[in-house]
């Protein structure tokens, strides 16, 4: 099993400030992926991390707002910007070691716009 | 699209009880289901893992069950605990690993 290291693991930001948030995994994954939980929902998929190339986001998120970083095979970031109240929620980094497998995740990083 | 659903969506128990959480998907074409613990405000613990073509996984008191052709889940706690209070939610992987996770079932063990 993969652990994951996320940070930070909480912040309030003011509004229009960006944040971002740092996954390390502690073995090469070949799949890294960021989540978003709002306040009382699920999970929603942001994007897929691609090492090396851009990535690929899910309907409804775009670069600018969620820009995404994956240097190597053990991290990635994830910048929420230009923040909003909208986007407090929880932040989650997930990686599986091969596609298709078993899925971990990081503690998660709870932020709050103000 | 794949949907999943979570009955119930929240549950109170008494220490000690069995009980039993659900978890439906539209889409029987999964390579897997994945069993998620989640505390307040934290990250996701994983439970269990059922590949597409077994029936069952189990680890200690947690046994989860998986009838794909139906597009069922179920994952038993036996003799439960306060420690197990959190919120279990369940995961279907797609291809090219998509998790369609559901809304998740609160769960409350009382001593």
């Known amino acids: 099993s993969a652990v994951i290291s996320q940070k930070p693991s909480r912040d309030i930001c003011q509004r229009g400030t960006s944040l971002t948030i740092q996954c390390q995994v502690d073995?090469?994954?070949?799949?890294m992926f960021w989540y978003r939980q709002q306040p009382g929902q699920s999970l929603t998929l942001i994007a897929t991390a691609n090492q090396g190339s851009e990535a690929t986001y899910e309907s409804g998120f775009v670069i600018d707002k969620f820009p995404i970083s994956r240097p190597n095979l053990t991290f990635s970031t994830l910048t929420v910007s230009n923040m909003s109240p909208e986007d407090s929620s929880i932040y989650l980094c997930?990686?599986?070691?091969?596609?298709?497998?078993?899925?971990?995740f990081g503690q998660g990083t709870r932020l709050t716009v103000v | 699209k794949q949907e999943v659903t979570q009955i119930p969506a929240a549950l109170s128990v008494p220490e000690g009880e069995n009980l039993v959480l659900n978890c439906s998907f539209t889409?029987?074409?999964?390579?897997?289901l994945q069993w998620f613990r989640q505390d307040p405000g934290k990250g996701l613990t994983s439970l269990l893992l059922i590949q597409s073509s077994q029936r069952e996984q189990t680890s200690g008191r947690l046994n989860a069950s998986l009838d794909k052709s139906s597009g069922r889940s179920t994952l038993y706690i036996a003799a439960s605990q306060p420690g197990d209070s959190a919120t279990y939610l369940c995961a279907a992987l797609t291809g090219y690993s998509t998790l369609t996770f559901g809304k998740g079932t609160m769960l409350l063990v009382s001593p």
């Open positions: 889409d029987s074409a999964i390579y897997n």
């Open positions: 073995s090469q994954v070949t799949m």
């Open positions: 997930s990686a599986q070691d091969r596609m298709n497998t078993e899925a971990f």
